[in-house]
């Protein structure tokens, strides 16, 4: 395998990474005094890095391929999910003032807060699999994908050597190494990937050459409104059932909360996450359009621009497209948005497997030893994410990012149910949560373990009745809706038929037991530019989804 890079371009792509370690090295020698140092930065993180960062733990490589990968397949009915940047405001306005006023770490121990501690013990070990089964194994899998193109090495050799070097500097530097190494990464990102679609755009004929080509080929490919019946992209499932998945992964998952709590007071973490929300608007143009792009291309020059597989969109295009340089930019970019993610993951399991896990089960430990903890749990995330990297090969057939949408959609009901209701409803106990958690967690190996069982009957049009087929084959978005729906009503239900919380021990954690303090406290939070900024942005999402319709 020949490398697409010439000499000018690994000179490019060596300066990036002298630029990654020496930020890396830099926090290094600041040395983390404690676990609030080690996991959350020492809770003093300004806004315009934790925006960078929440942007680039989120934009990971199974976007860059992915993303562009139904861009090139279906066109922009998954655009309904990079517009969750309102939802990424909902963070900040409505869930991060009860975060941090409950003093957590974790979003598990948010929960023993709200509710006890079998909720927090669920969530714990909910997430941990969870993240090495989703997050950590689909990023090195894309990751390999990328690697393996740009440089001309073997899959393995790629994927093996990324993680290990993630690995070393978020093993060493905790928080504080993954959120400034991500700001830089953020900008290298947006810059690599703006020239690719400025650079396509002008080779396609411009915007108006490029619909006229896409459309006369496939009619539907820049409509986000498909038929509620659409076996794929109902538009009902993206938009009510992509929003409580929005919720779930935005407002509760800590691989993009911690990011808020390094901020040392509420106004902070909230600028934070309103200039994240812009940051999100991005990947559409930088990652779905370059995919349309290629599939624009492939009509017009075949020859020249050829795509096997549709997650290989977007490296196809850095490799034809792209000057010598701007291949080295560009390649650092991909790299940047495959470590930034695996960083995150890294110490987002080391968190909680050391303050929700060990930490409960070992009170007694030494500040030191929990840093040493949480370095040895980092260590063997990374292990875990090699060990499936075979497993995730066999995965990719065919678009990613939706592949990873699907199982996102059984994840989230239950847990956006028990945080929601949990802050604007002081009635929802402890059995209420734990009930809804456990019921979800059934409803979700049901839902995986029957579409896998009937796969081979699915995919060849086969004919099958029977209930727990049906049940296989409901849309995954219109899935997420049901169960969002069946969570909440058990949750309000269990929650009347039982005794009430003490209101006094969930004080300031719900909205009917805020004090005259916390109210006071939360108005001074916010000045009009917040306001202004947030409804700006709402405005522009209302624009995108009423400009692509076809």
């Not at 409580?244 to 509760?252: H, N």
Request: a neutral charge; one cysteine or more; aromatic letters at 14%.
């Amino acid at each position: 395998m020949e490398s697409v890079l010439q000499t000018l371009d690994w000179w490019v792509l060596g300066l990036y990474f002298a630029a990654l370690i020496g930020v890396a090295v830099w926090v290094v020698l600041q040395k983390n005094k404690n676990t609030e140092d080690y996991f959350l930065a020492g809770r003093n993180v300004g806004w315009f890095v934790i925006g960078a960062s929440i942007f680039a733990s989120n934009i990971g490589s199974e976007h860059v391929v992915g993303l562009a990968g139904t861009g090139f397949e279906s066109g922009t009915p998954m655009a309904h999910y990079e517009l969750h940047a309102w939802i990424v405001l909902l963070l900040g306005w409505l869930f991060l003032p009860f975060y941090i006023r409950s003093g957590a770490f974790t979003m598990p121990e948010f929960l023993e807060k709200r509710f006890d501690s079998r909720s927090r013990w669920f969530l714990s070990v909910f997430s941990l699999v969870a993240y090495v089964l989703t997050k950590v194994s689909i990023t090195i899998y894309a990751g390999g994908i990328v690697v393996s193109e740009l440089l001309g090495i073997p899959f393995w050799y790629g994927a093996i050597g990324i993680v290990i070097f993630t690995g070393i500097y978020t093993v060493i530097g905790g928080m504080k190494a993954v959120i400034y190494t991500e700001t830089l990464q953020t900008v290298v990102l947006i810059l690599g990937s703006l020239i690719i679609t400025f650079l396509g755009l002008q080779e396609v004929g411009g915007w108006g050459q490029l619909q006229e080509t896409v459309r006369a080929a496939s009619q539907d490919h820049f409509n986000m409104w498909r038929p509620m019946s659409d076996p794929d992209f109902p538009w009902t499932g993206l938009l009510f059932g992509g929003t409580i998945v929005g919720i779930w992964y935005w407002c509760t998952d800590q691989y993009i909360v911690q990011r808020t709590l390094a901020a040392n007071n509420i106004k902070i973490g909230r600028r934070g996450a309103i200039f994240g929300a812009y940051l999100k608007l991005l990947p559409i143009l930088i990652f779905l359009i370059p995919g349309i792009i290629a599939f624009a291309l492939t009509i017009q020059n075949p020859e020249v621009f050829n795509v096997e597989r549709a997650d290989r969109a977007f490296p196809m295009l850095v490799k034809t497209l792209l000057p010598v340089g701007l291949k080295g930019l560009v390649a650092g970019g991909l790299m940047a948005a495959l470590m930034s993610s695996l960083a995150s993951v890294f110490n987002s399991c080391s968190t909680i497997f050391t303050i929700d896990i060990y930490k409960k089960l070992r009170p007694e430990k030494s500040e030191k030893q929990l840093l040493n903890i949480g370095k040895v749990a980092t260590g063997i995330i990374v292990v875990l994410g090699i060990i499936w990297i075979p497993i995730m090969q066999k995965i990719g057939g065919g678009v990613m990012y939706q592949y990873l949408q699907n199982v996102q959609s059984y994840i989230a009901p239950p847990v956006t149910a028990v945080f929601l209701l949990g802050i604007i409803w002081k009635r929802v106990n402890s059995k209420a949560a734990i009930t809804t958690l456990m019921v979800g967690l059934f409803l979700l190996i049901l839902r995986l373990g029957s579409e896998i069982y009937y796969q081979p009957q699915i995919s060849s049009g086969e004919e099958v009745t029977g209930w727990l087929f049906a049940f296989a084959t409901i849309n995954f978005a219109h899935m997420a809706i049901f169960m969002f729906v069946f969570s909440v009503m058990l949750c309000v239900s269990v929650s009347l038929a039982t005794t009430e919380p003490n209101y006094e021990t969930i004080k300031g954690l719900s909205f009917g037991t805020l004090t005259t303090e916390d109210k006071a406290a939360s108005k001074s939070s916010y000045d009009k530019i917040d306001v202004v900024l947030s409804v700006v942005l709402v405005i522009l999402v209302i624009f995108i989804l009423s400009y692509f319709t076809g």
